[in-house]
């Protein structure tokens, strides 16, 4: 990895744990709506892997904000949607969960735990009908590799040598069930065995992770047909804004704030690259400036007018 990539990967991760901390205040202070999961703490994964897969289409799950803006859109727009405004990337009518952008082969969030796996299936057989050789990403939780959806999805991928990357970001909770309670192991790449190639990460470890990405999607680029990777990442908060996390303890948050992707991202630009410490200040400064920037173009901006509030909603008639 060069210098300039390590920074930005640095940048968008510092400005993706800004962006959540903004965003959490503002729920606090009432400002957003519906649910909010928090991505703090995994934002080495998420960074990265949206670095790494170049191109192609991207499906995720409902905690997204930071994939977002790691694809390209901007935080102003995000953190619009997040206030339910008119700016939003989806026009206010989504949320937190539904951050959508064609433009960038973005297609969410989804509200559906593993909703999002049989989407990509789709898109991949579509893509290879067409002969796009870019591939399709989708990114889910350890949780939801346990619904029958994503067993269909495997199946069907490699059945029909889908140019699909599956990508399980394992933080070891669906809520607040661990997941060895659930399923018969720790590490759910383990199902996808019997179907396709499978590869481990640490989803801590911005780099790793990056180059795991990259390997892939140029395997899968290749016509090597689906594979399987999963990261091994530690949510810090929360599952979401309602949950009061009391049943993990502070032991275990401790040893996972430990492996921090933030600071040891730092760590390797200042021992690899040279970085000082005034050229980490200085991007820390833009992150913090661009999400107050964010904030207040979100505080300002404009609700959705009344009157399209049944806009692209379908009705049924009857009678
Ligand atoms: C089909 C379905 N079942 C249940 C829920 C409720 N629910 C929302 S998030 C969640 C946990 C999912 O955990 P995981 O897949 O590990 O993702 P994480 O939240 O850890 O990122 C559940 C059960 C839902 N949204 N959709
Ligand atoms: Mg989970």
Excluded: W
């Amino acid at each position: 990895m060069n210098k300039l990539l390590a920074e930005e990967i640095y940048y968008d991760m510092v400005l993706g744990r800004q962006f959540e901390l903004a965003a959490k205040e503002h729920y606090m202070a009432g400002d957003i709506a519906g649910f909010l999961h928090l991505d703090i703490g995994q934002e080495g994964f998420s960074v990265a892997a949206m670095k790494a897969f170049e191109k192609g289409d991207v499906f995720t799950t409902y905690r997204e904000h930071v994939m977002a803006i790691a694809r390209g859109m901007e935080p102003k727009a995000v953190m619009a949607e997040l206030f339910g405004k008119e700016e939003g990337v989806s026009r206010g009518r989504g949320g937190s969960m539904h951050l959508f952008e064609p433009a960038l082969f973005f297609y969410g969030g989804d509200a559906i735990v593993g909703g999002q796996i049989p989407n990509a299936v789709g898109c991949a057989y579509a893509r290879k009908f067409q002969g796009s050789e870019d591939g399709v990403m989708v990114v889910f939780g350890d949780g939801a590799t346990n619904g029958g959806a994503f067993f269909e999805s495997l199946n069907i991928a490699s059945a029909q040598k889908l140019p699909l990357l599956f990508v399980c970001e394992n933080n070891r909770y669906a809520i607040g069930t661990e997941i060895t309670r659930v399923a018969p192991f720790e590490r759910q790449a383990k199902k996808a065995e019997p179907y396709m190639v499978t590869m481990e990460v640490d989803g801590m470890d911005a780099v790793t992770v990056y180059e795991a990405v990259r390997e892939a999607q140029t395997l899968i680029q290749q016509g090597h047909g689906p594979i399987f990777l999963e990261a091994m990442t530690c949510r810090y908060e929360g599952h979401s804004m309602s949950d009061p996390d009391i049943y993990r303890s502070k032991e275990e948050l401790n040893i996972c704030k430990g492996k921090d992707a933030i600071e040891q991202m730092e760590a390797r630009l200042r021992s690899k690259y040279g970085l000082g410490d005034e050229a980490i200040s200085v991007m820390r400064e833009r992150a913090e400036a661009a999400v107050d920037d964010a904030v207040a173009f979100a505080a300002s901006a404009q609700e959705p007018a009344v009157e399209t509030l049944a806009d692209n909603v379908f009705v049924e008639r009857r009678g």
